[in-house]
């Protein structure tokens, strides 16, 4: 691979995974509206990482449930991390596992950094002072416990298909302990979690989800955590992530996987492959317009 093909490839797969990070600081941790249970959220269109139930996303690290402040405001009285999870755990769904997991990430990610990426995203601004001292009043309650359990609520989700959480659960690691991967990459827990992450993340880009299908082209481009280095699957899947934006985007001539600058994926590849290839990415696109019009038609 040439220095400039290393370059793209590298651009990638930061993209994608920023893409993630933005993803997770939002569509899963939109409130519920105000008097509705947790779970009553409304989801994410897939290949949106906004949700298309509730527009203020941004606002939405303080609590998982009641209403969303309104922008610039904090909560007078930030619901206690414990109280939120409780809540969460007890309702039994995969999304609000997934909600609950997240929620206790932000606690940890803001006691590590003092703040909380992407908060105000697509705005380059950090936390104010008053949303720094809301977070850290939430986040008071953060036990241990707390930090055991996030790995089997994300399990859960993961498990269950939500969308963003077989990513989530590739990036935390085995058992929450990413450092495994090197430090004990034969331990048969570490290669059986490694397995169980590729899974998850190819069930979820067979369907059609977009979130996955980046994680694995750009994994399988240079190998990843538990993605493999594979260029056939890494050229499967940026063609059906391109097959998608032209069913989405009709009249764009040069979308974001288009272009002469993803050529090189071909490279190496025999003609057999690249059918095989084609074939499997025009398989999954129809699985994400299969997915879209069954959510539309239940609005």
Not at 46 to 67: D, I, K, V
Not at 76 to 94: F, I, K, R, W, Y
Not at 246 to 268: E, I, R
Request: neutral net charge.
């Amino acid at each position: 691979m040439t220095m400039q093909r290393m370059k793209l490839a590298a651009a990638a797969a930061i993209a994608a995974l920023g893409a993630w990070g933005v993803m997770q600081h939002g569509a899963n941790r939109t409130p519920a509206p105000a008097g509705a249970p947790a779970h009553a959220a409304a989801q994410p269109v897939p290949g949106n990482g906004n949700n298309s139930g509730n527009n203020n996303s941004n606002n939405s690290w303080f609590s998982a449930l009641g209403s969303a402040p309104l922008a610039g405001t904090v909560p007078a009285d930030p619901v206690p991390l414990a109280q939120q999870v409780d809540t969460l755990a007890a309702s039994g769904t995969p999304e609000d596992k997934y909600r609950a997991y997240n929620l206790i990430d932000d606690c940890m990610t803001f006691q590590r950094l003092g703040t909380l990426p992407f908060l105000h995203f697509p705005d380059a601004r950090d936390m104010t002072g008053a949303e720094k001292a809301a977070e850290a009043k939430v986040c008071t309650s953060l036990t241990e416990l707390h930090r055991r359990a996030r790995i089997e609520y994300l399990a859960a989700a993961a498990r269950a298909g939500v969308m963003g959480a077989d990513t989530a659960f590739m990036v935390a690691g085995p058992f929450g302990d990413r450092d495994a991967l090197n430090t004990r990459p034969d331990d048969p827990l570490v290669i059986e979690w490694k397995q169980q992450a590729l899974e998850q993340l190819t069930r979820q880009a067979m369907n059609g989800d977009l979130g996955s299908l980046n994680t694995l082209w750009t994994g399988h481009l240079s190998g990843w955590l538990a993605i493999p280095k594979d260029p056939v699957l890494a050229y499967t899947y940026h063609s059906a992530l391109q097959r998608i934006d032209q069913q989405q985007n009709p009249h764009v001539a040069d979308g974001p996987y288009s272009g002469n600058m993803f050529a090189f994926l071909k490279d190496n590849l025999t003609p057999e492959q690249i059918a095989a290839a084609n074939a499997q990415a025009e398989r999954i696109a129809q699985n994400f317009r299969q997915r879209l019009e069954t959510q539309k038609a239940r609005q």
